[in-house]
């Protein structure tokens, strides 16, 4: 694997137009859609062979309702929204502790990831995708950026976009390795998705107990649940690839709890897809380097537990193409992009850590409570 270095140069006065967004997921596509609105010319390269199904609700908050309405596509999300549901919260012997209302978890518009990214995908056809493929070495050069691929012919890029999520390879190529921007939060997560053994309900549940958790979330109109579970330890399990072994440590780290947990396992037990990763937050100097630049959670994730993962995605998109086309200077849009988002990306993060508090060290009847700073949005 490459290293990127930096081309120490004077700045271009072209304007930047052929673009390369790693990563087809919520931040890569809408970067996508409205690069393409601005006449950039694009291309999107995911590892997936197609883009993701299935996975987990995900909600919008805030200023990124109206980017989807800028965009088209506030009815295709309303239409295909998950219901509202709160969610009961049970104390160690599982009786209810506390209800959480519907917004705490479910933002002001819910929905399943696999839906939202059919809806993406569909605005972003026209756009080419090389899927089953990945970067694999960046190299600056006077004209842009050199981007060799694992299959595609190598070819030079204005600028290059890492959408590609926590794990991002674009950010490991051009700012260094994982560890020196990920920040661990205490405790690791799981989740998956099984055939439901509750009875048809549009409800959630939240099981807790000595900094571990189990949550479920049911819809009437599915047969199906999903399942988190979460555990506090002082050292993140890095490996993500053996499956086998992630469902050995969730059955030793969960298998004494009561309430449903057991039969829960023994779901786990039976599915091929499972979520396995420590609960963490990208916290960067800087999201740009020369013509590279992030966004997304390669940028600055806040962590699942702060429920504002999707909305920072949509709306730093839509700030970093807005910028792009605004600004003839790469590097003037990047600047404007980040002093654009930090406040509101601390104040995502600052929630994310205080809702890994919440699951870590439950106090009876606490609420949690997720409040985002407001942000006015430009017109591009």
């Given at each position: 694997?490459?290293?990127?270095?930096?081309?120490?140069?004077?700045?271009?006065?072209?304007?930047?137009?052929?673009?390369?967004?790693?990563?087809?997921?919520?931040?890569?596509?809408?970067?996508?859609?409205?690069?393409?609105?601005?006449?950039?010319?694009?291309?999107?390269?995911?590892?997936?062979?197609?883009?993701?199904?299935?996975?987990?609700?995900?909600?919008?908050?805030?200023?990124?309702?109206?980017?989807?309405?800028?965009?088209?596509?506030?009815?295709?999300?309303?239409?295909?929204?998950?219901p509202r549901r709160e969610t009961l919260v049970l104390d160690p012997e599982g009786e209810p502790e506390l209800t959480v209302p519907p917004e705490v978890f479910g933002g002001d518009i819910e929905i399943r990831k696999g839906d939202l990214i059919d809806i993406l995908a569909a605005a972003t056809r026209e756009i080419p995708h090389w899927f089953d493929d990945t970067v694999t070495a960046l190299a600056a050069q006077t004209d842009g950026v050199y981007v060799e691929f694992r299959q595609g012919e190598s070819q030079v890029f204005?600028?290059?976009?890492?959408?590609?999520?926590?794990?991002?390879?674009?950010?490991?190529?051009?700012?260094?390795?994982e560890r020196e921007f990920a920040h661990y939060l205490g405790m690791m997560g799981a989740g998956f998705t099984a055939p439901t053994i509750f009875p048809p309900a549009d409800r959630g549940f939240l099981y807790r107990l000595g900094g571990r958790a189990a949550g479920v979330s049911c819809r009437a109109d599915r047969q199906d649940m999903q399942v988190v579970f979460s555990?506090?330890?002082?050292?993140?399990?890095?490996?993500?690839?053996?499956?086998?072994?992630q469902k050995v440590v969730l059955v030793e780290q969960l298998g004494d709890m009561k309430w449903e947990v057991p039969r829960l396992l023994d779901a786990m037990g039976k599915v091929r897809e499972l979520y396995f990763d420590p609960m963490s937050q990208i916290r960067m100097p800087s999201w740009s380097t020369d013509r590279v630049v992030l966004v997304g959670d390669a940028a600055a994730c806040a962590a699942p537990t702060s429920g504002l993962g999707t909305s920072?995605?949509?709306?730093?998109?839509?700030?970093?193409?807005?910028?792009?086309?605004?600004?003839?200077?790469?590097?003037?849009?990047?600047?404007?992009?980040?002093?654009?988002?930090?406040?509101?990306?601390?104040?995502?993060?600052?929630?994310?850590?205080?809702?890994?508090?919440?699951?870590?060290k439950p106090e009876a009847g606490q609420q949690l409570e997720v409040d985002p700073i407001k942000m006015k949005l430009k017109d591009y």
């Open positions: 694997m490459s290293v990127f270095v930096p081309f120490n140069r004077k700045e271009l006065a072209v304007a930047p137009k052929k673009v390369l967004v790693s990563g087809a997921g919520v931040a890569g596509e809408v970067l996508a859609f409205w690069l393409k609105q601005h006449g950039f010319s694009v291309l999107v390269v995911e590892c997936a062979t197609t883009h993701r199904t299935g996975g987990y609700d995900v909600d919008f908050r805030g200023p990124a309702l109206e980017i989807l309405d800028r965009m088209g596509l506030i009815d295709e999300v309303r239409h295909r929204q998950t204005d600028l290059v976009v890492g959408a590609d999520g926590v794990h991002s390879t674009v950010r490991s190529l051009a700012f260094g390795p555990f506090a330890t002082d050292s993140p399990l890095d490996d993500r690839s053996d499956a086998v072994r920072q995605a949509v709306v730093a998109a839509y700030v970093l193409a807005g910028e792009l086309a605004r600004n003839a200077e790469h590097a003037a849009a990047f600047s404007e992009y980040e002093r654009q988002l930090r406040p509101y990306v601390i104040e995502n993060q600052e929630i994310g850590k205080r809702g890994a508090e919440w699951f870590l």
